[in-house]
């Protein structure tokens, strides 16, 4: 029998070749959206749906946690820790990831945040280890590898690419040096 694997996933472009890699590995892997992180809906709705199109491409089924959308609980989480608050973004979906993996009896739960050239790799990953239990271990892998690929497909796909990291905070950052020019 396949070992089950629950693989938290931020968007569609991210999942692409992390998808692929576990399947490559002999996992039956199952999907969870949940980013209560995303800023505004209208750009959750279109990192959601491409989610969804990847999914559909490399045939996985997803748990989409819509109804765990809640940007005003992540906003109040984060409140006076923004130079943190990566910190406490992973640590949110990786403890939500952690809980429906051990309740759903897979063996092990990852994400797809380890594929980011972009995010605190070293961080994801020790808060994975940390929250892993012997009945569900946290898969470490260092996704980082299929970057290119996971473009280069995600574009032939036609699969949304976002332009920031997800929240509020990430999106002014992006932005802001339009307001300088």
């Known amino acids: 029998m396949k070992k089950k694997?629950?693989?938290?996933i931020c968007c569609g472009p991210c999942s692409i070749t992390v998808i692929r890699s576990?399947?490559?590995?002999?996992?039956?892997?199952?999907?969870?959206?949940?980013?209560?992180?995303?800023?505004?809906?209208?750009e959750y709705v279109k990192r959601r749906d491409g989610?969804?199109?990847?999914?559909?491409?490399?045939?996985?089924?997803?748990?989409?946690?819509?109804?765990?959308?809640h940007p005003q609980k992540w906003f109040r989480a984060v409140a006076y820790r923004e130079n943190n608050r990566c910190f406490h973004c992973y640590a949110d979906r990786l403890e939500r990831t952690a809980s429906i993996a051990k309740r759903g009896k897979f063996n092990h739960f990852s994400t797809t945040?380890?594929?980011?050239?972009?995010?605190?790799?070293?961080?994801?990953?020790?808060?994975?280890?940390?929250?892993?239990t012997n009945a569900t271990s946290f898969w470490y892998q260092d996704f980082r590898e299929g970057w290119k690929e996971g473009i280069a497909l995600s574009k032939e796909w036609g699969i949304y690419r976002q332009?920031?990291?997800?929240?509020?905070?990430?999106?002014?950052?992006?932005?802001?040096?339009?307001?300088?020019?």
């Open 22 to 42: 576990l399947l490559d590995q002999g996992l039956d892997v199952t999907g969870l959206f949940y980013n209560p992180n995303i800023h505004p809906l209208t």
């Open 51 to 69: 989610c969804l199109e990847t999914a559909d491409k490399l045939g996985i089924s997803v748990l989409v946690k819509d109804n765990e959308y």
């Open 163 to 181: 332009q920031y990291c997800g929240c509020l905070y990430s999106e002014n950052e992006r932005y802001t040096k339009e307001l300088e020019g």
């Open 113 to 132: 945040l380890l594929y980011s050239k972009f995010q605190k790799h070293d961080a994801i990953a020790q808060l994975g280890r940390d929250m892993g």
């Open 5 to 8: 694997i629950l693989l938290h």
